[in-house]
């Protein structure tokens, strides 16, 4: 798992399996959100069937939520992350 902070990118955390990093990247967006008025994007590659089961975790675990979007992603990240990756964004609801 990466983080991009101030523009850098840096390893966040190590996962082995898929579906184990997708729990802990909800948790971590969980936590991070801190029940504060949060909108949140998740942004895949192509057609993910993950990606409905992402957003209904994060549906029901974030307190203040108010917004959530799916994002698909240029074939300019995915040169670089590869096929299959995904990621959350956390931003303070305006």
């Known amino acids: 798992m ?12 190590r996962t082995v399996g898929a579906d184990r990093a997708l729990r802990k990247m909800v948790d971590r967006a969980v936590t991070l959100a801190g029940g504060r008025p949060v909108d949140l994007a998740v942004e895949h590659i192509g ?10 975790a994060l ?8 917004e959530l979007l799916p994002v698909a992603v240029t074939s ?14 956390i931003s303070p609801a305006v």
């Open 2 to 13: 990466l983080t991009v902070r101030r523009g850098e990118v840096t390893p966040l955390d």
């Open 47 to 56: 057609s993910d069937e993950r990606v409905p089961g992402v957003l209904a």
């Open 59 to 66: 549906r029901e675990r974030v307190g203040n939520l108010k």
């Open 76 to 89: 300019i990240i995915t040169a670089h992350v590869g096929p299959g990756a995904m990621g959350i964004t």
